[in-house]
Structures are given as structure tokens and as C-alpha cells.
């Protein structure tokens, strides 16, 4: 059994920062593509950044050079550090990671908010 804990999640003024984070546990033996998602009401879940097992890393156009995804292996952790928030940026944020027990698989967490107001 896997589990994904979300944390850091919170009420940020606008040009704020908060840092997500995400631990997966579980019998796990490996971990390839981590990522964040996000939704808001009536809208698809889109993603908002991704690392892959080598390090690289890819943003939607939205959050670039604002928030940054990194990750610590020897704690199946993932990050995401989010900088000069805006308004646009509250939403529900997923971590998604792509991992493998007996059986390779892609794992979702429970979300957390992240609300961004004055």
C-alpha cells in the first residue's frame, strides 16, 4: 500500500511564498516522474510542474520563473517552492508521482489549498 501525505498548503497574502510538500510511503522501490497539479471549480486539473528521476524539470507558462519543483530521493519526498504568488494561483494542489512496488503505477494525493488574498 502507498501513501501520499500533502503538506504546506495554506492562506498566503498575494507576493507571498509557500512550500509544498509531498512524502510517499509504502513498499516502494522505485520512483520516476514526480510532479504538481492543480485544479479550481469547474475547471480540469492542470499541471503546474515536473521533475523527472534525472532532475530535469518542466513548468506550465504560468508559474515560470516563480515557483520551483525539486525533490530529496532518500525521503520519496517532492517540493514546490512558490514564489510572488498571485490571486490566479488559489487552487487545490496535487502532488502525482509515477512509482513502483510489485507493480509500476502513478499515485495522487490527497491535495491541499492554497489560498492566495489580501
Known amino acids: 500500500q502507498v501513501q501520499l501525505v500533502e503538506s504546506g498548503g495554506g492562506l498566503v497574502q498575494p507576493g507571498g511564498s509557500l512550500r509544498l510538500s509531498c512524502a510517499a510511503s509504502?513498499?516502494?522501490?522505485?520512483?520516476?516522474?514526480m510532479g504538481w497539479y492543480r485544479q479550481t471549480p469547474g475547471k480540469q486539473r492542470e499541471l503546474v510542474a515536473a521533475?523527472?528521476?534525472?532532475?530535469?524539470?518542466n513548468y506550465a507558462d504560468s508559474v515560470k520563473d516563480r515557483f520551483t519543483i525539486s525533490r530529496e530521493n532518500a525521503k520519496n519526498t517532492v517540493y514546490l517552492q512558490m514564489n510572488s504568488l498571485k490571486p490566479e494561483d488559489t487552487a487545490v494542489y496535487y502532488c502525482n508521482i509515477d512509482l513502483r512496488t510489485i507493480y509500476r503505477g502513478v499515485y495522487w494525493g490527497q491535495g491541499t489549498q492554497v489560498t492566495v488574498s489580501s
Open positions: 521533475i523527472t528521476s534525472g532532475g530535469s524539470t
Open positions: 509504502g513498499s516502494i522501490l522505485s520512483i520516476y516522474a
